[in-house]
């Protein structure tokens, strides 16, 4: 999970005051892209499946990560 939460900290940081969401997507494409990650599903962003929104003045920041 370190690395999930690696790679996600890592795409936040390139987001940071330039975009105003968190792709899904992308995030989705980074579970996907880590070593010992085969496939996924249900997987959830602050318990959605959607593209999150950011406010202008606001970072995004990677909270909790479970992989069951």
Do not use: C, H
């Given at each position: 999970?370190?690395?999930?939460?690696?790679?996600?900290?890592?795409?936040?940081?390139?987001?940071?005051?330039?975009?105003n969401?968190?792709?899904?997507?992308?995030?989705?494409?980074?579970?996907?892209?880590?070593?010992?990650?085969?496939?996924?599903?249900?997987?959830?962003?602050?318990?959605?499946?959607?593209?999150i929104?950011?406010?202008?003045?606001?970072?995004?920041?990677?909270?909790?990560?479970?992989?069951?």
């Amino acid at each position: 999970m370190t690395n999930i939460s690696t790679s996600i900290a890592t795409y936040l940081a390139s987001i940071a005051f330039k975009e105003n969401y968190i792709s899904y997507a992308k995030v989705s494409a980074m579970v996907l892209e880590t070593v010992g990650v085969l496939d996924f599903t249900d997987l959830k962003i602050n318990n959605g499946t959607v593209n999150i929104a950011i406010g202008n003045e606001e970072v995004a920041m990677v909270g909790e990560v479970t992989a069951t």
